[in-house]
Nanobody, 124 residues
Framework: VQLQASGGGLVQPGGSLRLSCTVS????????VGWFRQAPGKEREAVSCISSTDGSTYYADSMRGRFTSSSANAKNTVYLQINSLKPEDTAVYYC??????????????????WGQGTLVTVSS
């Protein structure tokens, strides 16, 4: 299984960005995909998880409101929409996946496959 994150870039504060995670080697219909991010000098933290088995989406408490995860199973792609971007959103964003549904509490060790990350920089 391979995951490829893309869509990062330089965005001004207040802007929006949509990241994509394309999954290959496994059908997204029975797979869950999580988003994580790691800011410079900080530990990686969970953002969201979407379960393509039933469409349920879960968010880390600190990520509710400005982050929206969705999936396009026909494209085997999961998206992360980020609105009202802030400088503190600057980070490398990773997608990760595993078989089955999402855990109720999103944590790194649950996911066995990881993408390479895409850098989001929020700056004026």
């Amino acid at each position: 299984v391979q995951l490829q994150a893309s869509g990062g870039g330089l965005v001004q504060p207040g802007g929006s960005l949509r990241l994509s995670c394309t999954v290959s080697g496994f059908n997204l219909d029975s797979y869950s995909v999580g988003w994580f991010r790691q800011a410079p000098g900080k530990e990686r933290e969970a953002v969201s998880c979407i379960s393509s088995t039933d469409g349920s989406t879960y968010y880390a408490d600190s990520m509710r409101g400005r982050f929206t995860s969705s999936s396009a199973n026909a494209k085997n792609t999961v998206y992360l929409q980020i609105n009202s971007l802030k400088p503190e959103d600057t980070a490398v964003y990773y997608c990760a996946g595993d078989i089955g549904g999402c855990p109720l509490v999103i944590y790194e060790e649950y996911f066995g496959s990881w993408g390479q990350g895409t850098l989001v920089t929020v700056s004026s």
